[in-house]
């Protein structure tokens, strides 16, 4: 007799979901969500969905990428007992994961889903049920001056008070004041965090950083300015600003975190399940916490399912100084039922039972 755990089907399928406006960063911008969703049927018919949401720009993954590494699954995982849905990460990792994060993201998600679903456990309550709400920003994507003020009025017309601000871009630091010092007149008590993606030189972010001092505009947070592997030049930056400094691409593994920490190179870490997966980034948080350095949730262009798993992880751990969750109101379709609910910019799972809430529309 086999155990209502056992898993009985993986389905493999895109995910293409489009925006509103290109989803532009330091790197490049994406259209459209191309993305990847993985069905996990348990053998009592629960099923358990997970997403991946590769984004070229940000760290090359390809949703090529993610379906091969997927796929590979298909050879080896039905037979095999959710339950032990740790034991199939880590063999997933080694069977093709390791290269693609948010392949061994998705995998890990659907099945945690099935799972969490088979036990009537909601996930947040499975991470540590803390909470079951944080506060989201939302993101001015690269592009003009103009635009940026008019996004920055739009989403203090959403109710949400933190903005995210991507720099790092073509008009290099006199362009990414700019649009700063714009969205700062348009909104100018809106904490502003400023995500570079790697894509500022030591130069440029000096220069950044004095133009804004100038003027006046004292940032929340600078997220990752510099290249991934310059740690000393962020313990520089954090020195040279005074502000509070985010490692986000630096930062994938409880590994990275002990590096950051002992550099001096930020005090806080953006984690992103993306990166590595739910277990990787949960032992992320644990490093990060050991080491005395802030947490903030963020992700890819990633719909309403992976952006509630998140959701889930950073109000159940509890703790998140920053929250950067708002890809779904990019998308100008939602394929899914459920997931967290909004509120200006307040993000809650409480009323989710069971798994992460999510599940395909039809």
Not at 129 to 154: F, H, I, K, P, Q
Not at 159 to 171: F, R, S, T
Not at 243 to 256: F, L, M, S
Not at 279 to 289: G, M, N, Q, S, W
């Amino acid at each position: 007799m086999r155990s209502p755990t056992q898993i009985v089907v993986l389905d493999v399928a895109l995910l293409d979901i489009p925006l509103h406006v290109p989803f532009g960063i330091s790197g490049g911008a994406q259209a459209m969500a191309n993305n990847v969703l993985v069905t996990v049927e348990l053998a009592d018919g629960t099923k358990g969905y997970g997403e991946a949401a590769p984004l070229p720009p940000y760290n090359g993954e390809t949703q090529a990428m993610a379906l091969a590494a997927l796929n590979s699954a298909q050879a080896w995982l039905p037979g095999r007992d959710a339950a032990d849905w740790r034991g199939l990460a880590a063999e997933f990792f080694g069977k093709g994961g390791a290269g693609c994060g948010s392949a061994q993201c998705a995998l890990e998600m659907a099945l945690l889903d099935a799972v969490m679903k088979q036990r009537g456990e909601p996930m947040w309550k499975f991470f540590g049920g803390a909470s079951t709400t944080l506060e989201t920003d939302m993101t001015v994507t690269t592009g003009t001056v103009a635009e940026a003020a008019d996004a920055a009025r739009a989403i203090r017309a959403r109710g949400i008070k933190m903005i995210k601000v991507k720099v790092g871009g073509a008009a290099g630091p006199a362009g990414d004041f700019a649009r700063v010092a714009a969205i700062h007149a348009a909104a100018p008590d809106a904490p502003l965090i400023l995500d570079g993606n790697a894509g500022l030189s030591r130069a440029a972010a000096g220069e950044l950083v004095r133009g804004l001092k100038g003027a006046g505009i004292k940032p929340a947070l600078l997220e990752q300015w510099l290249a991934k592997d310059d740690l000393a030049g962020a313990a520089a930056l954090m020195a040279e600003s005074g502000w509070n400094v985010a490692a986000d691409e630096t930062a994938c593994t409880a590994d990275d975190v002990k590096k950051i920490a002992a550099a001096g190179a930020a005090n806080f870490v953006n984690i992103k399940l993306m990166k590595s997966g739910v277990i990787a980034a949960h032992e992320l948080a644990l490093a990060a916490r050991a080491a005395g350095l802030g947490l903030m949730i963020g992700g890819n262009v990633e719909s309403i399912l992976a952006m509630s798993v998140s959701a889930c992880f950073a109000a159940g751990i509890g703790g998140f100084g920053f929250a950067d969750l708002d890809t779904p109101l990019f998308m100008a379709s939602n394929p899914f039922e459920g997931g967290f609910t909004l509120a200006g910019g307040m993000i809650s799972v409480a009323h989710i039972a069971a798994g992460h809430g999510v599940t395909p529309r039809g």
